[in-house]
């Protein structure tokens, strides 16, 4: 298994150089072809006209500020492809529904990956409706691309979530050529609970007996919250470990109580300090 078709979604001009490079540094360890797209939903602001009639000149306004973005977006990724040997295409996509976009979806459900820029509420970026629309609408595994200065360095430390669930499961597989690829993969339990099925103590040996089957160099280790969040202990713990990825499941609970109450996912998307690779 390995990845051939790299889905770059690229919202705006601060997230698409860096979320491009992410998919040609991994397109160049895969020999994959990069699609990057871009979805262009015009600004959305009250208008204020006499009659109640909006202003054309101010539609026409927000239109060539859509359009400028776009245009943007667009030379960001074509001249960092122009710069490698590596098959790619460009889609534009127009309209109002921006992540959630029939082309979008469409183009991330036959990809291996979808790559996009992680939610950041003070940038032009993805917001966190757009994600979960990749997350919950594609079906394939999103790498978000972090905040963090770092490039895209090779990941030569892997850090699991591990909470047994099936959106866990499924991640781990999906990420399964970065696993392959890592020197060291860590299988991390936060608070797992003790079961008739299975002691705490035991929590992910079995994933990690699976992984060593593929040739995975797996270590399985477990920690406490102690007061602090699921994802404040899943960042502390890839500082320690030096890890370049978090593999995690996304959703586990419903997405109406993660909009209510937060929750791992979200906090994620927000504040991982690394690339999390998320499937649901």
Not at 117 to 128: E, I, N, Y
Request: aromatic share 6%.
């Amino acid at each position: 298994m390995t990845y051939k078709t790299i889905v770059a979604v690229l919202s705006a001009a601060e997230d698409a150089g860096k979320v491009t490079d992410h998919a040609l540094a991994l397109a160049r360890r895969t020999g994959g072809h990069v699609i990057g797209i871009h979805a262009e939903s015009p600004v959305v602001v009250t208008l204020i006209a006499p009659m109640e009639y909006p202003d054309p000149n101010a539609v026409l306004e927000l239109q060539e500020r859509a359009q400028q973005q776009s245009r943007e977006v667009e030379q960001a990724f074509r001249s960092r492809c122009a710069r490698d040997d590596i098959s790619y295409e460009w889609r534009l996509f127009t309209g109002t529904a921006g992540y959630a976009s029939a082309g979008v979806i469409d183009s991330a459900r036959g990809a291996d990956i979808v790559l996009a820029g992680q939610f950041d509420p003070d940038l032009d970026g993805p917001a966190r409706e757009d994600i979960e629309d990749l997350l919950y609408e594609s079906g394939r595994p999103v790498y978000l691309v972090s905040n963090a200065p770092a490039g895209p360095e090779p990941v030569d430390r892997v850090l699991v979530a591990w909470n047994g669930s099936r959106e866990a499961a499924r991640a781990v597989f999906d990420a399964l050529p970065f696993l392959t690829a890592a020197k060291d993969v860590e299988v991390f339990a936060v608070d797992p609970p003790e079961t008739a099925m299975q002691s705490r103590d035991f929590s992910g040996a079995e994933l990690a007996a699976a992984l060593a089957r593929h040739g995975v160099n797996t270590t399985v280790t477990s920690g406490a919250t102690g007061g602090h969040s699921v994802a404040e202990t899943l960042n502390r713990r890839a500082t320690e470990i030096d890890a370049g990825l978090i593999v995690m499941g996304a959703y586990s609970h419903s997405r109406l109580r993660q909009r209510l109450f937060g929750g791992v996912t979200s906090a994620m998307m927000r504040g991982a300090r690394v690339p999390v690779l998320m499937s649901r």
